[in-house]
DNA sequence: CATGCGAATGCGAATACTTCTCATTATCCT
DNA sequence: AGGATAATGAGAAGTATTCGCATTCGCATG
C-alpha cells in the first residue's frame, strides 16, 4: 500500500491521488503527459476530472515523487522520479523516447556553470534523431 | 538593404518581414518572443498584426533564419541565426541568458547517439541556475 | 464507529500561447 | 502600369493548462 508514500510526501491519500500514481507506476510508457493519465483513468472505470489530473501532477512534482519534461511537443510529460537521474533521446518520426547518463556530460555541465558564475541548479537535455527502426523504415 | 537576405531565402521582401528582421538584428536582446517582436513593432509605429509575427518567426525558422527555443517557460522564444552553434544557461531568479559551446559535450552527444543506434538530428541544452548578481543579492 | 472541519475534487469558465480563416492588400513579374 | 498570386490583419478557433467555487471526502477526534 503507497499511502504511506504520500503521506511520507505531506499529502493525504485521496483515491485519485492513488490511482495516478498507480498509473504512473504500471504504464507500458514511462514517460506520460496529464492527457495520457487522464485516459487511463477512464480506461479504468475512474471518474476524475482533468483539473485534478494537472493539480496532482504538480503536486507529485512539488513532492519530488515526479518529474516533468518538456518534450518539444507542447506539452509535458511525466515520470516518476526513482532517484536515478538520466537524460533523453527521442526519435523525431516516432516518438519513441530512450534514455541515457553521461558522467562526463553532467561534468562538463557543472564546470560551464561555475565558469560562468552562475550556481547550477538544474538541466535539461534533449537529443533529437531517428531511431533505428525509422532508419530501416525510410 | 537586407532584401536580398529574404529573396535568397525564398520570401518575398514584404515589410513585416523587412521590420522583424531589422528587429531581431537591433534589439538588445538577443532571444525574443513573438510577444516581444510584436511590441517592438508597435513601438515603432508599425501595424503588424501578431498573427502574422507567429507567421514569419516560423517561415524564417524554417528558412533557416531563425533559431527556436524552448525555455521552460510555456512559450518560444526566437534569436538570428548566426550560423555558430551554441548553448544556454539561464538564471531561474531573473531571467537572464548566457550562452557557451562545449567540444567535448557536442562530441559526446554524437556518441551517446550513435551506441543508441540514432542518426542525430539535433540537440537541446539548458543549464539552470541562479545568476552572479542573483546570488549577491540573496 | 459517528461527526465535523478543512482539504481535495469535479466541473465549467478563464487564461496563455499559438494557429487558422478569409476578405483585403501588397509584391513582383511582364 | 496591370494582374496573378502570395501575404497580411483581425478576429475566431484551437491547445494546453489553471482557476473559482460549490460539493464531497479523508481523517483526527470523541
Ligand atoms: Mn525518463
Ligand atoms: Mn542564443
Ligand atoms: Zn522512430
Ligand atoms: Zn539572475
Do not use: N, W
Not at 38 to 62: I, N, S
Not at 74 to 97: A, P, T
Amino acid at each position: 500500500m503507497e499511502s504511506q508514500d504520500l503521506k511520507k510526501a505531506g499529502l493525504k491519500a485521496t483515491l485519485p491521488r492513488l490511482k495516478i500514481l498507480d498509473i504512473l507506476e504500471h504504464s507500458r510508457q514511462r514517460h506520460l503527459s496529464a492527457e495520457d493519465v487522464y485516459k487511463a483513468l477512464l480506461e479504468g472505470g475512474e471518474d476524475v476530472g482533468l483539473a485534478t489530473v494537472y493539480r496532482v501532477l504538480t503536486q507529485f512534482e512539488a513532492a519530488g515523487l515526479v518529474r516533468r519534461h518538456h518534450f518539444d511537443e507542447g506539452h509535458s510529460v511525466f515520470e516518476l522520479e526513482l532517484g536515478e537521474h538520466h537524460d533523453h533521446i527521442l526519435c523525431v518520426k516516432c516518438g519513441r523516447v530512450d534514455e541515457f547518463y553521461d558522467e562526463t556530460i553532467e561534468d562538463r555541465q557543472q564546470a560551464i556553470a561555475s565558469k560562468a558564475g552562475y550556481s547550477m541548479t538544474d538541466h535539461s537535455l534533449y537529443i533529437y534523431g531517428i531511431c533505428p527502426a525509422c532508419q530501416k523504415r525510410a
